[in-house]
């Protein structure tokens, strides 16, 4: 059984940073952040391999703005948020993969508005 809790979210101003963290139990063989913003499916932000060679992916819209990681010690995942933009805001949702079951958090909310 794997359980993720997210933190982090909040209101910033466009341009702001905000760091969301998803603390993990279990065994897990990659982590990946998604997104829903009002109105709108959920859709992929970030992902990040923990087994093998670590890899990382993300979507167009965030690459160069986000950073995935892992504080392997603590088994949690982070989402640095640079340079955030209105468009950024939605509900973030913590996700992981284990034995071939998928799990979800309750998600975290940003709102970048000025």
Request: glycine share 10%.
């Amino acid at each position: 059984q794997v359980q993720l809790v997210e933190s982090g979210g909040g209101l910033v101003q466009p341009g702001g940073s905000l760091r969301l963290s998803c603390a993990a139990s279990g065994s897990i063989r990659a982590m990946a952040w998604y997104r829903q913003a009002p109105g709108k499916q959920r859709e992929f932000v970030a992902r990040m391999s923990l087994t093998g060679g670590i890899s990382r992916n993300y979507t167009d819209s965030v690459r160069g703005r986000f950073t995935i990681s892992r504080d392997n010690a603590k088994n949690t995942l982070y989402l640095q948020m640079n340079s955030l933009k209105p468009e950024d805001t939605a509900v973030y949702y913590c996700y992981a993969r284990s034995l071939a079951v998928d799990y979800w958090g309750q998600g975290t909310k940003v709102n970048v508005s000025s």
